[in-house]
């Protein structure tokens, strides 16, 4: 299945405001599904009347079938080890991994084996998996189940990295990762997992690897995706009764990057913020700031800023929880001093 350059959808598809991030993954799952017997899916706790710990697969074991959507026994290698071989015989799975946290028990099957396959053959086979998991902290989840870690897939040649912030642009990535035939890791914040947000009806896909200028501006661009989406519009909207016009962009996927979006907004502003919630240090945002760095050399009014937690495990406490993470106060804080 080929997908087009541009976000597909009929001309007067409604959007419902009223869907959840969860319900909108849900969609994406279920017109998968629909379109392609081929597309299967694997998890803990995924079937009926579980229907995922996040509920993305509620009701699809029922609509679809227990030879399709199937319990897993708790081992992430199982899961990860029985898509990938699945996908070399031409299904689509879908593969769940219920925490990011918990890729540390399959990297092997995911760096060495999802990522590499199509190098290794010559290009002769695909392995279009997408692994679904819940990502980053809040709700005091405590140190082994709060993490982002996409700087470590960004870092794995072969994989595809999508972190969407809003529930419209997780059904269209999601649904175009599932018919990618390349692996995709489809990471969701648990923190947006249950915000509340307009999702077009039926068919909807949003092409991997172009950002989404969520919100236009002249002075300053802040870069970010996930959770740190919203709390950036949050600081431009402040910074706005202020007389500081922000743009605000999503990247959407890590990779592919959208470098032409990323440098053509810097280029207009001049200033620019990139915050994530993965730890500052070799974070994502380091790639992004010396690509920007180098492109627009001599060009900048101001250096390049990151705002991102510090360098430590993300603590259990809900003060220092809270803490450890940007917010729009400490964005506007930032831009502030840059002026």
Known sequence: MSLTTKESKPVDQAEDPKHTMSEGINQAIDLAMGEDPEVIYLGEDVEDPIGGV????????????????????????????????????????????????????????????????????????????????????????????????????????????????????????????????????????????????????????IPLGVADVKRSGSDVTIISWGRLVPQALIAAETLAAEGTDVEVLDMRTLVPLDKAAILESVAKTRRVVITHAATQFAGPGAEIAAMISRELFGELAAPVERLAPVYAPIPFAAELENALFPDAARIVDLIRSMA
């Open 54 to 205: 996040m509920k993305g697969t509620k009701g699809m074991s029922t609509k679809y079938g227990r030879e399709r959507v199937r319990n897993t026994p708790i081992s992430e290698q199982a899961i990860i080890g029985t898509a990938i071989g699945a996908s070399l015989v031409g299904m689509r799975p879908i593969a769940e991994i219920m925490l990011m946290d918990f890729f540390a028990v399959c990297m092997d099957q995911v760096a060495n084996h999802a990522a590499k396959l199509r190098y290794m053959s010559g290009g002769r086979t695909n392995v279009p998996i997408t692994i679904r998991t819940a990502v980053g902290g809040g709700g005091q989840f405590g140190a082994q189940h709060s993490q982002s870690l996409e700087a470590w897939m960004m870092h794995i040649p072969g994989l595809k990295v999508i972190i969407p912030s809003t529930p419209r642009d997780a059904k269209g990535l999601l649904y175009s990762a599932i018919f990618d035939d390349d692996p995709c890791i489809h990471m969701e914040e648990r923190a947006l997992l249950f915000t509340r947000g307009p999702v077009p009806a039926g068919d909807f896909s």
